[in-house]
């Protein structure tokens, strides 16, 4: 006898091939002029939710200007003890005066808005479930095994360790896309030697472990979403990576799960957001945060924005990473079994976005 169980599984999974189908995207539901988003996109009460912000005290992330932190010297201790201090608290923070122009980071935006105005014959032709293809462009790369599809558009590359060829990349963002991921390379590295120092450690010691070798840089498009409190932009989830650099838009929506609330990572003029990956927790042995966090959908859009993650990814490299050694003692154990960085994404990938932890399946 089929049960309402299988029932309903039936319908959503045909319902989910049908959207995916398209090849159109959340961006196609919205350009179709849908007043009310389908069901596959309502999302499940947050528990924290309803914990109530008010009985806490505001709680905000901080920005932290690198400036003249170029030359050894009291200025740059002072920026990595807040750089320590964000990483082992919440794990978020934002930078500012870090070395990219406003003017570039604004024609990145421009062209992932370019990528995603395009045609919808030309970009169905980067649809792909194909995770080998140099670009990759679809709706939610879990889309058949969360519990629910969030109301986001992505496309993503790997930009490093190997560069792909131009011709291989959209062109309504090539150029920049290209500028940019060196300009977040640059950065990162320059990052991983803060992170170093505020772990106590040689400053070249991240970058030396290969923290900064690898580069995927993650394009996102959320609409304007009819029904915003049925759904999320994207799902509660920590990185996979060891660092993330986002530029986002003006209208922000990010959220970061610290002290049972959710908060605000309020877009600021200028400014990149910096967060801990999973993989930065485990070389750390919990000394840094990989915390959760989630995007809300928004009547207001389309929200762009552009997520580097500093990860090898899925590239068959047989470096294992497992707690850095200066920092194991006996008040202080080793706490994660050691994993290549492929093996982790996949693992990570396997299972989704959601509330469960991927880096908890590696504890000791």
């Known amino acids: ?25 959340v961006k196609g539901l919205v350009d179709s002029g849908i007043d009310k988003i389908p069901r596959i996109f309502h999302s499940p009460p947050d528990e924290f939710d309803s914990q109530g912000n008010f009985k806490k005290p505001l709680i905000r992330i901080h920005v932290i200007d690198l400036d003249g932190t170029d030359e050894k010297g009291l200025r740059r201790r002072e920026v990595v003890e807040k750089i320590k201090a964000a990483s082992a608290a919440s794990g978020f923070f934002q930078v500012i005066n870090h070395g990219i122009p406003d003017g570039v980071m604004e024609e990145m935006l421009e062209g992932v808005r370019r990528f995603y105005e395009q045609d919808p014959e030309v970009k169905r032709k980067w649809y792909t479930r194909d995770g080998s293809k140099t670009v990759v462009y679809n709706s939610n790369f879990d889309l058949f095994r969360a519990a629910s599809a969030n109301w986001r558009d992505t496309a993503y590359c790997n930009m490093a360790p190997k560069l792909p060829n131009p011709d ?21 590295r320059s990052l991983f030697e803060l992170l170093s120092e505020a772990l106590g450690l040689d400053s070249h010691c991240l970058n030396d472990l290969g923290c900064s070798e690898g580069l995927a840089v993650l394009y996102h498009c959320y609409p304007a979403c009819p029904e915003p409190e049925l759904t999320l932009g994207a799902s509660r989830h920590a990185d996979y990576g060891f660092l993330t650099i986002l530029l986002q838009d003006h209208i922000g929506g990010l959220q970061v ?51 580097c993650f500093f990860t090898t990814g899925l590239v068959p490299l047989p470096k294992l990473y497992g707690p850095i050694k200066e920092l ?14 492929r093996d982790y994404s996949l693992h990570y990938n396997s299972k989704g976005l959601g509330d469960t932890s991927a880096l908890s399946d590696f504890r000791v």
């Not at 990349?169 to 060196?182: H, N, T, V």
């Not at 945060?289 to 009547?299: D, G, I, M, T």
Request: aromatic content about 8%; charged content about 25%.
């Open 1 to 25: 006898m089929t049960t309402q169980t299988n029932v309903e599984n039936y319908y959503r999974n045909s319902e989910l091939k049908a959207f995916d189908d398209t090849k159109d995207g």
């Open 328 to 341: 194991i003692s006996e008040e202080n154990p080793v706490r994660y079994k050691e994993t290549t960085v």
């Open 168 to 188: 291989e990349l959209p062109e309504a963002c090539r150029e920049i896309l290209i500028d940019y991921s060196k300009r977040v390379m640059s950065l990162g």
């Open 257 to 307: 799960l610290f002290e049972n609330q959710w908060v605000d990572v309020t877009p600021q003029p200028g400014a990149l957001v910096v967060n801990g990956g999973d993989l930065l927790q485990l070389i750390s042995n919990d000394n840094f945060r990989s915390s959760q966090h989630r995007v809300l959908a928004n009547k207001v859009g389309p929200r762009v924005s552009v997520a």
